[in-house]
C-alpha cells in the first residue's frame, strides 16, 4: 500500500492518534500515563503533567490535517510540489475548508492504497488535480520552488492520570469508548462514576439516541394483519412457496443469561455497529440481514510509570476489568488494549540495591530485549533527575518535550509483547467468622512471622521457641515442576521464619510460566556445646502451592512489595495461576452438562485458560 500509495502509513498514524474525523479510516488512538502519587514525588508527577500539557498546545487539529495534506502531496508529486505556495494557501483558508481537502486527500490516498489494482501514477494524477485546486485561490508570485522539506510528525493525544481509585482504568476506557460530552446533554455529564455501569451508557441517558437501539413495534405477528401495500409489495409465489411461509408459534421468549454471552468475548457483539434493526422476512429463501461483527475502531495504550508495586495494582485493575467484561461485554469487542511499562524509582527513598529489588520486570524486559535496555531502562534515573533540574531563564514558557517523545517513540514502536502470568491468592484469617480473601499478584507474594502476639499465648511462645527455635510450624503442599509437565503432588512439614515467591524469573532462560519459591526454614542443631539453630534456605519451582500453620500462629502476607496490600492475621494461602475469567464462566457452564467430563470440551477447550498480562516491548523476548 504504501508503493502505490505514499504517505499512507504517516497519514493512518497522525489520523488515529489526532483522533481525526475521516470516515475511510475511522480509527482512533490514545496514550494515558498512570502514575501512583503515593510511589511517585510531587516533583516528577508535576514535571509529567507540564510536559504532557505542553504537547498538547503545541499543536491543534487544524495543524495536524494541514501536515497530512502537505505530506501527502510531497510523497505524491516530489520535486514539482511547492511546498511554500501550499503551506500559505492552506494557512490563509477557513477550517472548513481546510477540513474538506483534508477529507479529499484522504479519500484520495485510502482509495488507491485498497484498490488491488492501483497504479501509482493515476494516484498522483489525483493528488496533482487536489493540488491545483488549491493553490488556484493563492496569488500567483515570484517566489523560487523549494526542494522537499520534512513534515513534522504531531505529538500523540496523550492524558496524565493520577490512580487514586481502583477502578479509574475501566472509567477512563470507557470514557474513552463513548465520551459523555459528545453524546449526551450538560446534565448528563454529572452522572456519578461510583456507579457507573455499562447499562447506565446504553440506556439510561434518553438523550443519547446514538445508544438507543429498541425499536416500538407495531407487528401483531398475523400475516392478515399486514397493511395492503406490504402485502402488493410481494411478488406472486408458488403454492409450495406459501406452504413454507414462515408460521409463528406460541412460546416462551428466554432471557439470555450472563453465561451464554461468553462466546460473544473473542467475536465481538452486536451493538453501534449495527444500526439498522433487521427485518423480519416474510417469503422463505430470503435470510434476514444479520448485523456484522463490531470492529476495534479504538485502541489504548496503557502506559504506567512507577516500580514494580505500580504493576501489581495493574493485575488487579485487569483481573477486575476482565471479570466484568465476562459479565456483560463491553469493551471487549470495540477497544485494542495495549500495556507499557517505564520504570521510575526515586533516588533518595530508596538505596540502588533496593532499586533494582523494586524494579524486577524492569530488569527482566531488558534482558530480553536489549532495545528496551537502552531506551526504556535508562528512564529510571533520568526522568527523576530531570524532574529536579532548574529550568533555564532563557526558557519561560518553552518544555523540552524529551520525556513526551521518548514515551511517543516506545508506543509506537513497541509492538511485541511480553507475557506474564497473573496468579491468584486465597487467604484464609485466624478468625472463623473472617471471610477468606483473594487477590492477585503479579511478581512477588512475602510472608513473615506477625510479631504481634496476645500476651497469654506470649508465655508459650516463648517456650516453644526456646525449645524449637525461632519461626512457625508450617505445613507445604505443592505441584513440582518437572521437565515432563506431569503433575507430581508432593508436601513437607517444616519450621520457618517466611517466605518468598518470586514470578519473575532472575534470567530470561528460565521459565517465565512457574513460582521460585524461598523458604527459610529453621534446622535445630545439638552439638557438643548445646542446642543450637541456623537458617536453611529451601528452594522449589512450582505454580500451585498451600502453605498453612499447624500450630494456629498467624503471619503476615505482602502482595507485591506494597505494604498497602498486606494482610495480617493469616493462617493459610493458596496460590495457583489466576485464570481467564471468561474461560472459568464457560467452563462451569460446560460442567451443568457433563458432571463428570474433566477435560476441556467444546468451545472452553479453544479459550485462553490463563489470565496473562502483556506488557509491550521493541523485540519481545530473543532466544
Not at 460530552?181 to 439516541?209: A, G, H, M, V
Not at 428466554?254 to 454471552?261: C, R
Not at 530488569?363 to 529510571?380: Q, V
Not at 524469573?505 to 517465565?512: M, S
Request: hydrophobic fraction near 35%; glycine fraction near 4%; aromatic fraction near 6%.
Amino acid at each position: 500500500m504504501e508503493r502505490t500509495a505514499p504517505g499512507m502509513l504517516y497519514q493512518r498514524m497522525v489520523i488515529s492518534e489526532q483522533s481525526l474525523k475521516s470516515d475511510p479510516y475511522p480509527y482512533q488512538e490514545k496514550i494515558f500515563i498512570f502514575a501512583d502519587p503515593e510511589l511517585l514525588s510531587e516533583a516528577i508527577c508535576n514535571a509529567l503533567v507540564t510536559d504532557t500539557e505542553a504537547a498538547q498546545v503545541s499543536q491543534s487539529p487544524r495543524a495536524c490535517m494541514s501536515y497530512v495534506i502537505i505530506h501527502a502531496m510531497q510523497a505524491a508529486l516530489g520535486e514539482d510540489c511547492d511546498i511554500s505556495s501550499l503551506k500559505a494557501s492552506l494557512q490563509d483558508m477557513a477550517t472548513s475548508d481546510v477540513e474538506h481537502w483534508f477529507r479529499q486527500v484522504v479519500a484520495a490516498v485510502e482509495c488507491a492504497g485498497n484498490e488491488a489494482s492501483a497504479d501509482r501514477g493515476r494516484h498522483a494524477e489525483r493528488l496533482e488535480k487536489i493540488y491545483h485546486t488549491v493553490l488556484s485561490s493563492l496569488q500567483a508570485g515570484d517566489a523560487p520552488v523549494e526542494g522537499l522539506q520534512g513534515t513534522p510528525l504531531p505529538n500523540p493525544n496523550i492524558s496524565f492520570h493520577l490512580w487514586t481509585e481502583d477502578d479509574q482504568l475501566w472509567k477512563e476506557l470507557v470514557l474513552f469508548i463513548r465520551p459523555l460530552s459528545q453524546s449526551c446533554e450538560p446534565d448528563c455529564l454529572s452522572q456519578d462514576l461510583d456507579n457507573f455501569e455499562i447499562q447506565d451508557i446504553i440506556s439510561d441517558c434518553e438523550c443519547c439516541e446514538q445508544t438507543r437501539f429498541s425499536v416500538l413495534s407495531t407487528d401483531s405477528g398475523i400475516e392478515r394483519d399486514l397493511p395492503v401495500a406490504a402485502e402488493e409489495s410481494y411478488a406472486p409465489c408458488s403454492a409450495e412457496t406459501e406452504q413454507s411461509r414462515l408460521h409463528r408459534k406460541g412460546g416462551i421468549k428466554k432471557k439470555p443469561s450472563p453465561l451464554e454471552s461468553v462466546a460473544f468475548l473473542q467475536a465481538g457483539c452486536n451493538g453501534p455497529g449495527a444500526k439498522s434493526p433487521a427485518k423480519l422476512q416474510r417469503r422463505p429463501g430470503i435470510p434476514p440481514e444479520a448485523a456484522g461483527p463490531l470492529q476495534r475502531l479504538h485502541t489504548a495504550r496503557i502506559v504506567l510509570l512507577g516500580d514494580d508495586r505500580i504493576l501489581g495494582r495493574l493485575a488487579q485493575a485487569y483481573h477486575s476489568l476482565r471479570k466484568r467484561e465476562t459479565r456483560r461485554v463491553f469493551l471487549t469487542p470495540r477497544l485494542n488494549l495495549q500495556f507499557y511499562y517505564i520504570p521510575v524509582v526515586t533516588p533518595q527513598d530508596h538505596a540502588a540495591t533496593d532499586q533494582e529489588e523494586l524494579c524486577e520486570v524492569a530488569g527482566y524486559l531488558g534482558r530480553a530485549d536489549p532495545w528496551y535496555k537502552s531506551n526504556i531502562n535508562t528512564l529510571c534515573h533520568m526522568i527523576p533527575k530531570l524532574a529536579t533540574m532548574p529550568s533555564s531563564p532563557s526558557k519561560h514558557f518553552v518544555t523540552d518535550l524529551f520525556i513526551t517523545d521518548v514515551i511517543a517513540y516506545y508506543v509506537r514502536m513497541g509492538i511485541q509483547p511480553v507475557c506474564f502470568q497473573v496468579y491468584a491468592v486465597k487467604i484464609f484469617f485466624n478468625d472463623p467468622a473472617q471471610e477468606p480473601a483473594e487477590d492477585v499478584f503479579l511478581t512477588e507474594m512475602r510472608t513473615q512471622v506477625q510479631e504481634s502476639i496476645p500476651y497469654r499465648e506470649l508465655s508459650m511462645t516463648k517456650k516453644k521457641t526456646t525449645l524449637d527455635g525461632p519461626g512457625i510450624d508450617l505445613t507445604v503442599t505443592y505441584r513440582k515442576v518437572v521437565v515432563s509437565n506431569r503433575a507430581k503432588e508432593l508436601a513437607m512439614s517444616l519450621r520457618s521464619t517466611g517466605l518468598v515467591m518470586k514470578a519473575i524469573p532472575a534470567n530470561e532462560a528460565e521459565d517465565l510460566m512457574c513460582l521460585n519459591v524461598n523458604i527459610t526454614e529453621i534446622v535445630r542443631i545439638n552439638n557438643l556445646s548445646g542446642r543450637s539453630f541456623s537458617a536453611v534456605a529451601n528452594k522449589l519451582k512450582t505454580r500451585n502451592i498451600k502453605i498453612r500453620s499447624t500450630e494456629q500462629r498467624p503471619f503476615t502476607v505482602c502482595l507485591d512489595k506494597d505494604s498497602r496490600r498486606a494482610y495480617r492475621n493469616v493462617i493459610s494461602v493458596e496460590v495457583s495461576p489466576c485464570l481467564e475469567p471468561s474461560y472459568c464462566l464457560q467452563k462451569t457452564r460446560t460442567m451443568k452438562f457433563n458432571l463428570h467430563e474433566t477435560e476441556d470440551v467444546g468451545l472452553v477447550k479453544y479459550m485462553p485458560k490463563s489470565l496473562l498480562l502483556p506488557i509491550n516491548t521493541f523485540a519481545g523476548v530473543i532466544q
